[in-house]
């Protein structure tokens, strides 16, 4: 299933820590700016995000999404209308062994319509990201996402039809 099942425990020295937290704040930066190049960066071209379960919980059915391609036009589109803010804390390199790493974090995600900021999505996950060194950078090659808790309007994210 995974790269990392049983995962070396090499030491990771705070630069190569950067560079690996990097890619989940390009992922998050790339959204609030709306700079998909920059989101695009933090993917490997066959890279899968799993957001089903919390979709899910806020009334939608969704697939995995799979490549950098999909993934992107997905969330480009889903935030097209949205002014959105990605906080990244407590990130810990779980497993590394120089050319691959797993990467835990919490994500907040504020989510807000662009014209109407009275309502509002704010979103807490926990992230679980395996990744992979791609020349210099680091790039996700999974992403899961699981809710810890929401506040606010679902259908700021997901509209309900009609």
Do not use: C
Request: proline share 6%; glycine share 6%.
């Amino acid at each position: 299933m995974s790269t990392l099942d049983h995962p070396p425990r090499l030491p990771v020295s705070a630069d190569e820590q950067v560079a690996i937290v990097d890619a989940l704040y390009r992922f998050g930066a790339g959204q609030d700016l709306r700079d998909r190049a920059l989101f695009e960066s933090a993917f490997a071209e066959h890279a899968t995000l799993d957001f089903t379960a919390p979709a899910w919980r806020l009334g939608a059915a969704i697939p995995v999404f799979e490549g950098r391609q999909t993934i992107a036009d997905t969330i480009f589109a889903a935030i097209g209308g949205l002014d959105t803010t990605h906080t990244v804390t407590n990130p810990r390199v779980t497993a590394f062994d120089g050319k691959h790493a797993t990467l835990f974090a919490l994500v907040e995600a504020q989510h807000l319509p662009r014209h109407d900021h009275s309502r509002h999505l704010l979103l807490k996950h926990i992230y679980t990201t395996e990744l992979s060194r791609q020349g210099a950078q680091w790039q996700i090659e999974r992403m899961q996402i699981d809710m810890v808790w929401f506040s606010g309007d679902p259908a700021v994210l997901f509209p309900k039809p009609g």
